[in-house]
């Protein structure tokens, strides 16, 4: 990151009571330091302390800082990040300024300056993925990446089977069954075990895919939303190519929770989003394809773009330009502190709840403590009870008696949950008020 940039990153906020007056936001792609809104006044960032990101991960006073960032609401203490992420203040008060700009400068800025605002934001995303800027294209989020992805995949015939496991993302396993029923081809789906491991999971992709040998496509999730759990998409995207399957990865949930290197993930067509770890606005989502795997996906429905390019491959009409052009902030910010430093705290935010929980009769986790295997996001059960009807009204007890905004999850075959998902705003305080919530339920009975 270059000075300006970090400097910017420690005095925006604090700039940030200069109100954007008439002309005052409308300055060349250098003026990011100007501010939009008096509301956005915080202590800047302060340099993250030396140390490995376990040591780092431990240091509350750099982390009560960085949590200063986020103006979260007192109406609740949220542990419920895993829906979208929130924008620190430094990142909201720049898009407060990009809105301002668009919408002053309007199809004049939109015509001229703003293409150098949406390359910026596909290099700096394709960097942060560790791909190429030309195999990156923006969405407005992983959902339409991924059925853009799915619904356009071209090498299904109808003897052939598409596969997908029970933890996988429910509108990803219906767009799965969609492309399948146009082709005439067979659904196959898998149950994986709980609490997986990293050796268990790779075991029952591996007897699935061998039982199944007609699989052309298989559905594969980065870190699930279920039960938090991360897959191990190496691993199985090779035992898949090694019997000539090819693979969708649903990393929606990993870009800025996790380390993400999609080069090193070894796939070829990749859906994320930035509006959940990265922090960007609401509406930036993005689809990979390896430049070598584009022919696999036909072009947009309409589009007749260059077969060679993927912008092709998807057509969305106006985007939201503000928040595109909020991705390279979202990214300082993300960069500043450093994903590996993020990625060890959001785990520390974890095992704090989660160790002494474990110790709860009646509680079940549903992640492991397995390094490489869980980030922020674990779900539990309480006392065995899988219901829909029983998970709900246990995140209803947790948010009206305790305070603690959670959330219930369907869809693992062993029954439904409740998801724990706490981010940087968070302290390990609101960790040990949950666990001490769920030994007075355990007791309860639910
Ligand atoms: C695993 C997974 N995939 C895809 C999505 C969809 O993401 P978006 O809401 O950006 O479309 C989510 C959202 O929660 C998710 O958890």
């Not at 898949?240 to 990993?254: L, M």
């Not at 998970?391 to 439904?416: C, I, M, Q, W």
Request: contains cysteine; charged residues 25%.
């Amino acid at each position: 990151m270059s000075p300006t940039r970090r400097d910017f990153l420690r005095t925006a906020a604090l700039a940030s009571v200069a109100v954007a007056l008439p002309g005052c936001a409308a300055g060349s792609r250098s003026d990011r330091g100007r501010a939009a809104t008096a509301g956005d006044l915080v202590a800047p960032l302060p340099p993250r302390p030396a140390g490995s990101p376990e040591t780092v991960a431990r240091d509350e006073a750099y982390w009560s800082a960085v949590a200063a960032q986020y103006r979260i609401t007192d109406r609740t203490t949220n542990l419920e990040a895993g829906y979208f992420g929130m924008m620190p203040a430094p990142v909201l008060a720049a898009y407060h300024r990009h809105i301002d700009r668009v919408n002053r400068e309007s199809s004049f800025f939109a015509r001229t300056e703003y293409g150098a605002f949406a390359r910026e934001a596909r290099e700096r995303t394709a960097a942060a993925l560790g791909v190429e800027a030309g195999e990156v294209a923006f969405s407005r989020n992983a959902t339409e990446a991924l059925q853009t992805l799915i619904g356009q995949y071209n090498r299904l015939r109808s003897s052939d089977v598409v596969m997908y496991a029970d933890l996988d993302y429910p509108a990803m396993q219906q767009a799965m069954n969609a492309r399948a029923a146009r082709a005439g081809a067979e659904v196959v789906t898998l149950d994986l075990p709980e609490p997986g491991t990293r050796a268990s999971v790779i075991e029952a992709y591996r007897a699935a895919l061998d039982a199944n040998p007609r699989t052309r496509l298989l559905l594969l999730t980065h870190t699930n939303n279920k039960t938090g759990l991360i897959h191990p998409v190496r691993e199985v995207v090779e035992l898949a190519e090694a019997r000539g399957v090819d693979v969708i990865v649903d990393a929606a949930h990993s870009f800025g929770q996790v380390p993400l290197d999609l080069r090193e993930l070894g796939a070829a067509w990749v859906g994320v989003n930035l509006h959940k770890w990265v922090g960007a606005p609401i509406g930036v989502g993005a689809l990979y394809i390896r430049r070598d795997a584009l022919a696999a996906i036909d072009r947009a429905h309409g589009d007749e773009g260059p077969l060679d390019r993927i912008d092709s491959r998807i057509h969305t009409g106006t985007l939201n330009f503000a928040a595109l052009m909020t991705v390279p902030d979202a990214l300082d910010f993300q960069e500043e502190i450093g994903v590996p430093y993020k990625a060890a705290r959001l785990r520390y935010l974890r095992d704090a709840w989660v160790g002494p929980a474990r110790e709860i009769p009646g509680v079940d986790i549903l992640t492991p403590d397995e390094p490489g295997t869980v980030g922020a996001l674990t779900s539990f059960r309480l006392n065995g009870d899988g219901s829909r009807d029983g998970n709900v009204e246990l995140a209803r007890v947790l948010r009206e008696e305790f305070g603690l905004f959670t959330v219930y999850r369907s869809g693992p075959a062993r029954g439904d949950c409740v998801r724990v998902t706490p981010s940087l705003y968070n302290a390990p305080r609101d960790g040990e008020r949950l666990v001490q919530a769920l030994a007075i339920l355990a007791e309860r009975g639910g």
